[in-house]
């Protein structure tokens, strides 16, 4: 009665053909779209909505699919020489010529011989790999399969993480995870510090990315371990979940979308 329809328990989407056609078919299964309580009055015109569904899922690299490890890259680097490590690289967004390599303004080249000069020595390009790639602890088996798990359910994966040429290498190539595949094989796309000119947290790093993949915020989860990247994220109305660097996450992350649905 006056433009209102009474909704109980049951499937949305069903709910507004209802209240369009008039005719209720009863449901003997669980419904794939749920509200999640109960004896609600839904104006028509929300019936009439378009219901939003996650879309595209937004990782980050370290912390999340890999395990991080910031101390073990600060051990490498002051092993080639820079003393004032502990200045200079952060765990989640890297400032000075660090933060130049991340954010794209400068190249790997110009980046070591900026290096070299810290160090008071020529660095090579590999040198300069291992010491980044001390960020990479670990990649559990739990986080690659649920990976491929999502992709099978439909959902597009994403990367979203602050890095440099001398990871996206590693990431790329078949040293990636222990079967011989590159990140490719678990994402779907890879957004990247140094390729947007952005570096999380900032807004535009984001937006570039929703832009690119044509959805709106609430269409998307982005998963990251930094509080910062992820209060970022949700000021633009990014569904978000926080991760814990070393812990198990997978979980959340399928109650976060069961609960989005």
């Not at 820079?82 to 010529?97: H, M, S, W």
């Amino acid at each position: 009665r006056g433009g209102l329809f009474f909704l109980s328990v049951f499937n949305c989407n069903h709910a507004a053909k209802v209240a369009k056609t008039g005719r209720f078919k009863r449901q003997r299964k669980k419904p794939y779209f749920y509200c999640r309580v109960k004896n609600i009055i839904f104006p028509q015109n929300i019936l009439n909505q378009e219901i939003v569904m996650i879309k595209t899922i937004l990782f980050d690299l370290g912390g999340v699919i890999y395990t991080g490890d910031v101390d073990r890259a600060m051990s490498r680097f002051r092993d080639i020489g820079l003393q004032d490590v502990e200045k200079r690289l952060n765990a989640y967004t890297q400032t000075g010529i660090f933060g130049k390599l991340e954010d794209g303004s400068m190249s790997d080249t110009d980046f070591l011989g900026a290096l070299s000069t810290l160090c008071h020595r020529d660095i090579s390009w590999q040198e300069c790999q291992h010491c980044w790639l001390g960020y990479c602890k670990e990649l559990p088996e739990r986080n690659i399969a649920l990976l491929e798990r999502l992709r099978h359910e439909g959902y597009r994966l994403v990367l979203a993480s602050n890095t440099n040429p001398f990871v996206m290498e590693w990431m790329e190539s078949g040293r990636f995870d222990s079967r011989g595949n590159g990140i490719g094989h678990y994402i779907d796309h890879l957004y990247v510090s140094y390729k947007l000119g952005h570096l999380k947290p900032a807004p535009d790093f984001f937006l570039s990315i929703l832009e690119q993949e044509n959805i709106a915020p609430a269409e998307a989860l982005f998963i990251d371990d930094s509080p910062g990247n992820v209060a970022s994220a949700a000021k633009l109305g990014i569904n978000t979940l926080l991760a814990e660097n070393g812990a198990d996450w997978t979980q959340a992350m399928l109650n976060e979308l069961e609960q989005l649905k």
